[in-house]
């Protein structure tokens, strides 16, 4: 039976730490950062996908639409990434076995690593991190049986609390792929991001 996979990709921060202008809008390659991250995401054969989104960012909904996407408004996106999180997986369909949690901001995750944190998901309770280097990075996939606290969550931590009470069910995966520690929160990140990317995607 093949895995059914719901992905939520958080795309509604303010991004402050980037100065002027949205990070996600930013063209990297020729290409808005948020895009790449989205395309990256939509090879796979998700059953779901939601983007959380500004409820004013009409480009990122346009981006997540063209990346077969759901546009997730979060209303209430000054609550921090755990409230994203929350909102987006109140719009995932139901019957999923497992969901990846991704940040917009990531635009250099490979494939590769993306099939090895699915293909070492074997159980509805595990918690699948990638590794690089022995630092843990994003994105997360989490069983079926996290879904119910996945909702529940608020504030800027995320879901890192979710981690550290289920620490025997976290499963790490090392990947040869620097992009899963990669995020885009300054000019200087984007300038490293351009050069892990081809100038001309197909």
């Keep these: 039976m093949s ?5 939520v990709v958080l795309a509604a921060g303010f991004g ?3 100065g002027e202008g949205n990070k996600l809008h930013q063209s990297l390659n020729g290409r808005p950062v948020l895009a790449w991250t989205l395309d990256a995401f939509s090879r796979l054969p998700p059953t779901s996908a939601i983007a959380v989104l ?9 981006l997540a639409l ?4 759901t ?3 979060n209303a209430a996106r000054a609550t921090g990434m ?9 719009a995932l369909g139901n019957d999923l076995d497992a969901v990846l949690i991704a940040l917009g901001d990531m635009p250099r995750v490979a494939h590769s690593s993306l099939e090895a944190l699915l293909a ?3 159980a509805t309770d595990q918690i699948v991190v990638p590794c690089f280097e022995g630092r843990r990075g994003h994105p997360v996939l989490f069983g079926a049986r996290h879904f119910g606290a996945l909702r529940q969550l608020g504030g ?3 879901a890192r609390e979710i981690l550290k009470q289920h620490a025997a069910l976290v499963r790490e995966v090392p990947v040869n792929d620097p992009g899963v520690l990669l995020d885009v929160d300054t000019p200087k990140d984007l300038a490293g991001a351009a050069s892990g990317l081809p100038r001309n995607p197909t």
Excluded: E, K
Aim: aromatic share 8%.
């Design 54 to 62: 500004a409820p004013d960012d009409a480009l990122a909904a346009t």
């Design 16 to 18: 402050r730490r980037y």
């Design 120 to 122: 070492a998901f074997s």
């Design 66 to 69: 063209n990346a077969g996407f």
């Design 71 to 73: 546009p997730a408004p």
């Design 3 to 7: 895995l059914r996979l719901g992905i």
């Design 156 to 158: 800027d931590t995320g």
């Design 82 to 90: 755990g409230g994203s999180i929350a909102c987006g997986m109140q």
